[in-house]
Structures are given as structure tokens and as C-alpha cells.
């Protein structure tokens, strides 16, 4: 068989294999039809998210407005804080400030998969007490834009039996284009049991 004979068989094989490793490498390496998982997300926070929650409501900018002046749902932001710095000098003052939504109470890493029994516990137990027991009661999940976390947060309280849950994936920096935001204080209820390093609740230093 000559060469350019063998390159004519060749090249379609190599084009079939890398058609294939394009469809493997999917969904996270694609911007659009991301699936949505058959449970909780445990992969790397950031990366790119369906565009649905079965058993929640996708919100837009205009719905989440009207939401927040109409129905004072409970705004979890559930955004990883900021990893203290290795090496800082003993002593050294480690207060990073987080701007939010107006509100909102922040669960830093309350999306991370898996939690510890411990801190499903906690988070449960919380927004049970944020919501007054009232599993009607409207919750809007948010962190980043292309953020699994909040997906995570939001799936979790569909899935304990929550029937108004929303989700906003732009997140903090999707409201700030249009509001402002406000310096929010970790919550302390979680935060004490957050700090159990089982689960990376806190951002990887770059």
C-alpha cells in the first residue's frame, strides 16, 4: 500500500478517535448542553453548569429583582472564601472581606460535594431556622458565574423537600453589574463546623 494510500485510511481513523475524545471531554469542556449530573456535582467548583436545576427555578436578573422586593426570599451565597495565605507572619491580621448581595447570608462552601454528616447537618439545620421551618418559603442560591456550588446548594434543598428553591448563576458579579453589593461576615453557625478540613471550602491559592 503506497503512502498517500495508507495517509487516506489513516486520517480518518485519527479524526473518528479525536471526534470521540471531543464528545469524552464534554461536558466540561463546553460553554453549551452541559447535563445535568444524577446527583450532587463533586468535581471542581468552577466550570461551566447546566442551565437548568430540575425541581428549581432558573432565575434572570428581572426575576430576581422582583423576587427580592416582593417575596424577601433567604439569599444563600454559598461562595468559597479565601484561603489564608501560607506562610503569613504570625500574628498578621487575616479579616478578607466578601461584598454580596444586600441580605444575603453567606455559607462560605455550604456547595462543596461531599460534605461531612456534620456540616449537611449544620447546613440543613440552618436554613431550617432561616426559613422558619416553612419549606414554602422562596431560597435563591447563588455564588459565581459558571459556579457548581450554587447549583449544589440549590439541588440539595430541592431534594430535602424545599418547593420554592431559585437559582441565580451569575451570581454576586451578575447583580453588582446592575446594584450594588455589601460586605456580608461569614455565618457563624456555619463557619464553626466549616472549618473541618474533610471538604475544600476554601479557594485554592493561585
Known amino acids: 500500500m503506497g503512502r498517500a494510500c495508507l495517509l487516506r485510511h489513516v486520517r480518518p481513523i485519527a479524526l473518528a478517535a479525536f471526534a470521540t475524545l471531543l464528545v469524552a471531554a464534554a461536558p466540561a469542556d463546553s460553554p453549551v448542553d452541559v447535563p445535568e449530573p444524577q446527583g450532587l456535582y463533586d468535581g471542581p467548583q468552577h466550570g461551566y453548569t447546566p442551565p437548568t436545576l430540575k425541581g428549581a427555578t432558573v432565575v434572570d436578573l428581572a426575576t430576581l429583582e422582583r423576587l427580592i422586593a416582593e417575596d424577601k426570599p433567604i439569599l444563600l451565597d454559598v461562595v468559597l472564601a479565601d484561603r489564608k495565605p501560607d506562610g503569613l507572619p504570625a500574628g498578621t491580621l487575616w479579616a478578607p472581606s466578601h461584598r454580596s448581595i444586600p441580605r444575603a ?53 430541592v431534594e430535602a423537600g424545599y418547593g420554592r428553591v431559585y437559582w441565580w448563576p451569575l451570581g454576586v458579579e451578575g447583580w453588582q453589574d446592575a446594584h450594588d453589593t455589601a460586605v456580608v461576615k461569614a455565618d457563624k453557625t456555619w463557619t464553626a463546623v466549616a472549618k473541618d478540613k474533610a471538604s475544600p471550602l476554601a479557594e485554592p491559592q493561585r
Open 105 to 157: 447570608v453567606w455559607l462560605p462552601g455550604a456547595g462543596v460535594a461531599p460534605l461531612t454528616a456534620e456540616q449537611e447537618s449544620v447546613f440543613f439545620n440552618r436554613v431550617e431556622e432561616l426559613t422558619g421551618g416553612d419549606k414554602k418559603k422562596p431560597i435563591v442560591t447563588f455564588c459565581r458565574p459558571e459556579c457548581w456550588g450554587s447549583w449544589n446548594a440549590g439541588k440539595r434543598l
